[in-house]
């Protein structure tokens, strides 16, 4: 098509580096601790990650590949999704190296570990916001022709949520002073939010 740099992702996309995690962008950050079934804590940021659903809250992360986090939640039926916050930003990189199962990573990253209140995995002390999950599915996903893909989408319901009392401004929860890190993309784009860029829009009756 003129004007466009057009492709069939298949076919590769002809350009330095994959636009796709730079074009839905900027993604929210799901930094998901979990147990091993030997007790292991593990910590690790996914952005293919969105919350799913309100009543009862419902969200979900993929892994491209069968990594530690899905192998410890289908063996513990539990996660807990922690905020990435801009400050958290270096820790949450620390915490996406390739290490081996019997690594707790909030010791790598050098962040303390706070009890969860019903689930067993542990919580970012640090982190302002922190969801504590039970395993609700776990998707292998497909390709249209329906072959199978080695991507795994868990997806969770949330229940027991904690939010810092300072985020919460006259009743209601403040997405800015939350300061959220969201991931662009290429190799090590990140974008955070201010006030200036808020817009409001309502929607038509
Ligand atoms: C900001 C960020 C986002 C990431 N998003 C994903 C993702 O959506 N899916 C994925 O498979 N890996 C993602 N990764 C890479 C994983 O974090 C990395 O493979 C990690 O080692 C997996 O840890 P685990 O084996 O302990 O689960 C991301 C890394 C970073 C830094």
């Known amino acids: 098509m003129n004007g466009f740099h057009s492709y069939a992702p298949g076919d590769g996309h002809g350009l330095a580096h994959d636009p796709l995690n730079s074009i839905v962008a900027p993604r929210p950050i799901g930094w998901i601790s979990t147990l091993s079934a030997d007790g292991i804590a593990n910590l690790a940021p996914y952005s293919f990650f969105n919350l799913f659903n309100y009543r009862p809250p419902i969200l979900g992360f993929a892994s491209t590949g069968w990594k530690d986090s899905v192998r410890n939640i289908q063996a513990t039926g539990e996660f807990v999704w922690n905020l990435v916050s801009e400050d958290l930003g270096p820790a949450m990189n620390a915490t996406c190296a390739s290490v081996p199962p019997d690594v707790d990573e909030f010791a790598l990253a050098g962040l303390e570990a706070a009890p969860s209140s019903v689930v067993k995995p542990p919580r970012v002390a640090t982190s302002k916001v922190t969801f504590e999950c039970r395993l609700s599915q776990f998707i292998r996903l497909q390709k249209a022709d329906g072959g199978d893909i080695d991507t795994w989408l868990a997806l969770g319901e949330v229940v027991m ?45």
């Open 161 to 205: 949520i904690h939010i810092a009392q300072d985020l919460i401004v006259d009743g209601v929860y403040d997405t800015l002073k939350s300061r959220p890190l969201l991931r662009g993309g290429g190799p090590a784009d990140y974008f955070t939010i201010d006030e200036s860029r808020r817009l409001r829009m309502t929607r038509p009756a």
